[in-house]
């Protein structure tokens, strides 16, 4: 099955190998992925679609809220969330269809950003099945070109990730001159 | 002013580092510089991996944190193995490592590796420091994590020119590690209805595991154990934990387990888990593990929690800490105790039955040595109080069945990863660590020619280690399973020439020999332990001899092979 997992981690260097990591050490494959900054800069937010085994879940968000720069590892896959993913196409048309192509597109919500003699490059968000349809679409209309984001997704509940305190170090008794 | 050199070794003094086991090269050279004037003292091992392994047996052997050092490259890929060893068995240790000039990183310089990535999944974090700014922090971060919470291998990756960039050591005050999450106290709730779980059980047993150690919650777990008066299985990782004397021990489970504990396991109905991680080979196969029993499961590692076997009261926490709390909890409720006081009787005698019917013994002959002879001459020697580094293999499960200890912290094996040539050097650390404790390393003949090199480690830092070979001239536990599992076509797991014990001892400086007579055996150990130095013993065995009891690979803890099968005839 696709699990959906939301993770937000310090942004770091090592840090998306760590998470990686884990799924292939396991050889599961990565559907997607997409990350990127947080409000805090010093954060990420990473959301994954893997292909998994039911029962090994719960196991795999623990082990990554193991993993020292994760700071929450959430489990999307029946939670209440939105999610979204970007597509952008390319795709070349006749002259004669080029009226026709941007009424489809505006049916799927789907804007021209760029446009040229050839034809369109087009931006289209929605859910994953919404994009699978557009595609479908736009193929049928001549050679297309597809680049997908991967999901994104936003929890609709509000859950705090548990912060661990700074730990106050004993002064140790220097050893060394 | 300092360098980044004498910054390492400033926070290393700050963590009470007392010794490293490490190796000098390249990159490393600005550390070995300031080393010169370090009261830290260095242990120059003969290659690497062993350097890795010595800090293991370091870090067992006391329960603080064991430090090795290698150069950048070969030095650090050389530590993988052992890394890999702290990770599966839970060990303390940090390790530093140089790396090439941050401005060579990634040109495939001269002995440059990808350290920091090829150690991600062999440790518990690593990290790889940049700039001198972070070098402090990086260090006490590293052992912060390295001791802390399930405790394991952290390793600092130190590019030559931060070694050698000038500046201050800025102490650091506090360790701030957002995302690093240690739960220590265990659910109060959870831990009054473990309480009563245990009043109300008629067969319940406790499976103390290599946390306890990690724990450092011995007393705790005894006192538990007489609270209720349970019989209590130790893993392979918790062989000391509760004495091997005490009256409740009922040695180790698993594939190589004694009778009573696999039947134990089997027949319980509350297994009280601490600190134990449900390795395979202590359940054999998943569904027929512990059929009847309901699971309380400590750990402080919440990913170990219905990771194999679902926990009915789970309770993340220090297995001390929830111990403690525990045994209170059983007092506030002892009111509760005569409940199944006579269930729980009749299930200590039918586990007491168990040990008598299937006793573990050695077992003797007049013309030959039997290895299971060798490690009760040990056992007899010891008296409970020696530390035993053993290798990997056959004569790891004999000392393991045989062997009792009457404290944590005296049988260092590696246990998770089983590698091989890990006895000798771990010997090393531990006799650095206690330098007045009799301390065998026992090995095999195969592991032990893995580790020939640190022979020299034992001359030079005049460590009186006790290497006892058991020499069966085969790779024993491989030559086991192709006998029983593989019609008995052995191969390469025959082991011809080993070299003469006393020429080889000899050549390093020290005294050797070989005994092959069982009559001779016990004096000759003597003989060995009261040299004032180091001792290498070979001793011949039995050639084939087996393991028993013996759990086939897939199959149930109770399907257990008491005894060597009679040989089948030929129609």
Redesign the interface.
């Known amino acids: 099955m696709l699990q959906l997992i939301s993770l937000l981690m310090e942004n770091k260097p090592g840090a998306l190998m760590r998470v990686t990591g884990l799924l292939t050490a396991r050889g599961y494959n990565i559907e997607s992925l997409t990350v990127a900054r947080t409000l805090d800069p010093e954060l990420s937010r990473m959301s994954i679609v893997v292909e998994i085994e039911p029962h090994q879940r719960a196991q795999l968000i623990k082990q990554m809220n193991k993993l020292i720069n994760v700071l929450q590892a959430m489990d999307l896959t029946e939670a209440p969330a939105v999610q979204r993913e970007l597509a952008l196409v390319r795709v070349r048309v006749s002259r004669e269809n080029r009226t026709v192509i941007l009424k489809e597109a505006e049916i799927f919500g789907a804007r021209p950003v760029d446009s040229s003699l050839e034809g369109f490059a087009l931006e289209v968000t929605g859910d994953p099945e919404k994009i699978d349809e557009f595609i479908a679409v736009m193929g049928a209309y001549g050679e297309i070109e597809v680049t997908r984001s991967g999901l994104v997704a936003v929890s609709l509940e509000a859950k705090k990730p548990r912060l661990s305190p700074p730990v106050m170090k004993e002064e140790g008794v220097a050893q060394s001159a | 002013m300092l360098n980044g050199a ?1 910054i390492v ?2 926070c ?6 007392e010794c490293i086991f490490g190796y000098p090269g390249g990159v490393t050279l600005p550390l070995y510089d300031a080393m010169y ?4 003292r260095h242990v120059l091992v003969r290659h690497e991996q062993n350097a890795c392994f010595a800090a293991e047996g370091w870090a067992r052997a006391t329960g603080r944190v064991g430090v090795c050092c290698a150069t950048s490259g070969p030095g650090a890929t050389n530590l993988v193995t052992g890394l890999v060893d702290a990770m599966m068995d839970s060990i303390p240790i940090v390790a530093i490592t140089g790396q090439v000039s941050t401005r060579l990183i990634g040109s495939d310089a001269f002995q440059e590796a990808d350290t ?2 090829i150690t ?2 062999c440790t ?3 990290f ?1 420091v940049k700039t001198l700014a972070d070098l402090p922090r990086a260090i ?1 971060e590293a052992f ?2 390295a001791a802390t919470g399930r405790p394991g291998p952290v390793l600092v990756d130190i590019p030559k020119d931060v070694f050698q960039a000038q500046g201050r050591y800025a102490p ?11 739960f220590t106290e265990g659910h109060a709730g959870q831990i009054r209805r473990a309480a009563q779980m245990i009043w109300e059980a008629r067969r319940p047993l406790v499976y103390a595991g290599g946390g306890i150690i990690s724990a450092d919650a011995s007393e705790e777990l005894r006192a538990l154990v007489e609270q209720v008066d349970a019989p209590a299985v130790c893993t392979l990782m918790a062989l000391g934990a509760l004495s091997g004397s005490h009256p409740n021990f009922v040695s180790m489970p698993g594939m190589h387990g004694s009778y009573a504990a696999n039947m134990g396991m089997s027949e319980s109905d509350l297994l009280i888990a601490l600190g134990t991680r449900f390795d395979d080979r202590v359940t054999g196969k998943l569904s027929g593990f512990a059929p009847h029993a309901k699971v309380i499961h400590v750990d402080i ?3 170990e929690i ?2 194999n076997r679902a926990a009915d009261l789970p309770i993340v926490g220090d297995v001390k800490r929830v111990l403690r709390k525990l045994n209170q909890a059983l007092v506030d409720s002892a009111e509760l105790k005569p409940l199944n006081e006579t269930a729980r009787a009749a299930w200590r005698e039918r586990v007491a039955g168990w040990k008598r019917e299937h006793p573990l013994e050695p077992e003797f002959s007049s013309s030959e040595i039997k290895p299971q002879h060798l490690v009760h001459e040990i056992d007899r020697i010891s008296a409970g109080e020696a530390i035993v580094a053993s290798d990997v293999g056959q004569h790891q499960m004999w000392a393991a069945q045989l062997i009792r200890f009457n404290r944590p912290r005296l049988w260092i094996n590696s246990g998770g990863l089983g590698s091989m040539g890990f006895g000798l050097p771990a010997a090393i650390g531990a006799q650095m660590a206690r330098p007045d404790a009799l301390v065998f390393a026992l090995v095999g003949d195969g592991g032990f020619q893995m580790s020939i090199p640190e022979l020299a480690t034992i001359a030079n830092e005049r460590l009186p280690v006790k290497i006892i070979v058991m020499n069966n001239g085969h790779l024993g536990m491989v030559r086991q399973w192709q006998t029983l599992f593989y019609h008995n076509r052995l191969s390469q797991v025959t082991l011809d020439g080993f070299p003469d014990p006393e020429k080889l001892a000899g050549a390093y400086g020290f005294r050797g020999r070989t005994v092959e007579t069982p009559g001779e055996l016990r004096r000759v150990l003597r003989e060995c332990v009261e040299e004032p130095g180091p001792y290498l013993l070979n001793v011949r065995v039995t050639p084939f001899e087996n393991v028993y009891p013996m759990v086939p690979a897939g199959a149930a803890i109770t399907e257990m092979v008491l005894a060597s099968p009679q040989p089948v005839e030929v129609a």
């Not at chain 2, 004037?37 to 830290?40: C, F, K, R, T, Y």
């Not at chain 2, 650091?172 to 240690?182: D, M, Q």
């Open positions: 004498q070794l400033e290393l003094g700050r963590e009470k580092v004037d370090s009261p830290i920091f990535g991600r999944s518990k974090h690593n790889l006490h912060h994590i650091v005050s506090s360790i701030h590690l957002p995302g690093y999450k240690v590692d919440p990913a219905g990771k």
